[in-house]
């Protein structure tokens, strides 16, 4: 039976609200909890999920609205007291934070230090417009949050461009300015590589990479998936590689993207030509078919992070893939590669590098929650919006994941099993203990049926981030999965037990034309990735904490939709604000 609970007036971060979802499910004699914002997205949500309810209806966008799945009416009461004793600790952590807080627009300014970026992780149906108010501040804008139109993409970009000012995404989910860690983001030490990149687990495998091979980042600006699209036209990446062509602490530029609209890579190379500085650029799923004198183009994350090391060293660059040894007995039967992943270019890439391994002799089957789906392999980015509606991202909560561990198991195809561990800010404090249990339960009850499964595991992460890399790569050891170092090295030694070998690219150095442009930046781009930014910080608070380990200022702005979440009348507000000078 269902029952709902409304909690009037009190808006919380959805992720919170997740997560609490997540722990409250787990009470003995309750089916499932749901909680989210009474937001009409979030109704239909429910809906969805089979909790809809009439009382539903009744709440607001400034609601939480928690719905119960039970049948002992007693567990609701439970249920309550639970989510009373979490938000009263989440008011009082905030209390108890280091810095102020604010809760609108002018206590946020009177309260930063010099504010110089906006740090955004709210509902997407909002980000836009409190982007457009931080650009309207003055600030660069860092824009976590996702489901923003593109159509709202392309004129924040345009005005930030005109303004002089760097807008980070939406979907942004990882940058590094001047050593500081936003949102999803691994602790990296400085050094004199510079990175512009439009994917998050992207940036992260090739900076942690670069870190573990002893050299540095200087920043690692994101720009968002769809920056390279034709409509937006690589606004803020084109400004990043000439902000990181002016700063003199960069030696190496690297850039890298999933393969953008034609005309834009195009765009985005003719830049690249005017530079001087060696250039490192990785399109994935592009496969290089030549390199240029200044430009090294890369087929994979681990060999664009190589070859960025290898020129920041004064080295001529060479890249030689490797694989993992592996001891496991297969029966013939066992064909199947299975990948999971938390990291969505990482998952790209293991598909791309599965395609290319066995392109004469597989077929692709057409599925929209898939990367890749064959009868024999597939390929699963489950921080996907298909994955995610309502959940936690799987950086964050293990139980999708163990799900599909567990139900791989069951496939007697099955042989290689993939997933990988991205740590550092924002992640999930010891996902390897949680994956640990399954990994090794799968692996005995294979055994347990006279057969053998490989599970490869990689690590994206330092030996400076909270979680603990080395402890992490333990942990997982124990359980019986085989480390791998990257993500190419662990998809190249998948594809080689299943009877595989992918073939690196082979190249030749070739010379091209090009237009000359202006490499000159506006002032406000150079000084923003040369000094600590002082953050207001609009969403989730855990970023906040992030930016002040940092060493960096930061101002907690505990957002709320005005107007009881109408988003016109929000909009004529914000107008009129700014119209008439003031700010709200």
């Known amino acids: 039976m269902l029952y709902t609970i409304i909690k009037e007036n009190t808006y919380k971060d959805s992720i919170v609200l997740m997560l609490l979802s997540n722990k409250l499910s787990a009470i003995d004699g309750v089916n499932k909890v749901s909680i989210m914002m009474g937001t009409p997205a979030n109704k239909d949500i429910f809906k969805s999920s089979g909790l809809g309810t009439d009382e539903l209806e009744k709440a607001k966008p400034n609601d939480i609205v928690i719905v119960v ?21 989440d008011s009082d952590s ?23 970026l906006a740090l955004i992780s709210i509902p997407g149906q909002y980000a836009a417009m409190e982007a457009e108010n931080a650009l309207n501040e003055g600030l660069h804008v860092f824009m976590f949050s996702d489901n923003v139109s593109k159509e709202d993409e392309v004129k924040l970009k345009q005005k930030a461009h005109e303004k002089g000012l760097l807008v980070m995404g939406p ?22 590589i510079g990175i512009v990149g439009a994917s998050g687990t992207g940036i992260q495998e090739v900076t942690t990479i670069i870190d573990r091979y002893g050299k540095g980042v200087t920043n690692a600006l994101g720009t968002g998936g769809r920056d390279l699209s034709t409509e937006v036209g690589a606004i803020t990446m084109l400004d990043s590689i000439k902000a990181l062509n002016q700063d003199p602490k ?17 765009k985005v190379l003719n830049l690249l030509r005017n530079i001087d500085k060696p250039v490192v650029t990785l399109f994935l799923g592009d496969k290089p078919s030549y390199q240029e004198e200044n430009i090294y183009h890369a087929y994979t994350l681990e060999e664009a992070a190589v070859v960025a090391v290898q020129l920041s060293n004064g080295d001529k660059p060479n890249f030689e893939p490797t694989t993992a040894d592996v001891n496991v007995v297969l029966k013939e039967s066992q064909v199947g590669i299975k990948g999971y992943y938390s990291g969505g270019t990482l998952a790209s890439e293991a598909a791309m590098l599965v395609r290319d391994a066995f392109k004469d002799t597989m077929t692709e089957e057409k599925s929209e929650s898939y990367v ?3 009868n024999t392999h ?67 009850s294979a055994r347990q049926e006279g057969r053998q499964l490989a599970v490869l595991a990689t690590v994206v992460g330092t030996a400076q981030d909270i979680q603990g890399y080395d402890k992490q790569i333990a942990i997982l050891k124990e359980s019986g999965a085989i480390i791998c170092k990257t993500n190419d090295q662990m998809v190249r030694t998948a594809i080689q037990l299943v009877g595989g070998k992918v073939e690196q690219p082979i190249t030749d150095v070739q010379k091209f034309n090009y237009t000359e442009e202006s490499l000159v930046v506006d002032e406000k781009i150079l000084s923003f990735i040369n000094m600590k930014p002082s953050v207001i ?41 700014y119209y008439e000078g003031g700010t709200i």
């Open 250 to 266: 960069v030696k190496v530029i690297t850039v890298i993207s999933k393969p953008p609209a034609e005309e834009v890579q195009r």
């Open 372 to 374: 890749l789906k064959t």
């Open 537 to 577: 910080n609009i969403g989730l608070k855990s970023f906040t904490e992030a930016v002040q380990n940092s060493g960096s200022e930061c101002v907690q702005f505990n957002w709320r939709p005005i107007a009881g979440g109408d988003e016109k009348l929000m909009k004529v507000l914000q107008f009129l604000n």
């Open 378 to 444: 597939e390929i699963i980015d489950l921080g996907d919006d298909v994955y995610t509606k309502g959940k936690p991202h799987p950086m964050i909560d293990p139980e999708k994941r163990i799900e599909m561990l567990e139900k791989s198991m069951n496939a007697p195809e099955t042989a290689v099993i993939m997933i990988d561990n991205v740590i550092g800010n924002g992640g999930h404090e010891d996902m390897a203990s949680e994956l640990a249990p399954t990994i090794k339960r799968i692996l005995d």
């Open 69 to 89: 799945d039970t049948e002992q009416e007693e567990k609701v009461d439970e249920v309550k007291e639970e989510v009373e004793i979490a938000l009263k600790g």
């Open 94 to 116: 905030q209390n108890t934070s280091k810095g102020q807080e604010a809760h609108n627009w002018k206590r946020a300014m009177e309260l930063a230090n010099n504010p110089n």
């Open 171 to 192: 979907d942004c989910g990882t940058a590094l300015i001047h050593g500081v860690p936003l949102a999803f983001t691994n602790n990296v030490n400085e050094g004199d």
